[in-house]
């Protein structure tokens, strides 16, 4: 009988550890679909964030780094997309990371976003407003 309850425990604490590590699956740096930009995504305390580490084109017609020119709060317009923080507040929770915000630079519009991995080497991103029926899903590849 002992050795039955030391197997189940000994299966019982690796299936936590498998699960405690799956949350952070997550981190790194992914490629967006468009091929684009590239996307570091990082951990604060509990929750998820990415930011803008890599865009295609850095500079505008004159040289110069871009800005977020769309953003609805005209006082951020001057701030560089490298470096934005696009990703925000991602919470994990039975293998997604749900009730999270995405923005989006080249519209300067902010959606309700949830993620899920496909694999180890594929992120799925929705962003959508109101009911996640209603939205978006892109596929973004691991960085390597």
Not at 12 to 27: C, R
Not at 80 to 87: A, F, R, S, Y
Not at 91 to 99: F, G, M, Q, S
């Amino acid at each position: 009988m002992f050795k039955k309850l030391a197997v189940l425990f000994i299966l019982f604490a690796s299936t936590l550890s498998v699960f405690a590590q799956k949350k952070d699956d997550i981190l790194g740096k992914w490629l967006n679909s468009s091929g684009e930009g590239q996307i570091e995504i990082f951990k604060k305390g509990e929750k998820y964030f990415g930011k803008l580490v890599w865009i295609k084109d850095p500079n505008d017609e004159n040289g110069k780094p871009r800005t977020d020119v769309k953003n609805p709060n005209t006082s951020l317009r001057t701030k560089p997309i490298l470096g934005l923080e696009i990703v925000k507040d991602f919470v994990y929770e039975d293998n997604e990371w749900t009730e999270g915000k995405v923005y989006d630079p080249k519209t300067g519009k902010s959606y309700s976003g949830n993620m899920s991995l496909e694999g180890v080497n594929k992120l799925k991103m929705r962003g959508y407003i109101g009911i996640s029926l209603i939205g978006r899903t892109e596929v973004w590849k691991k960085v390597k």
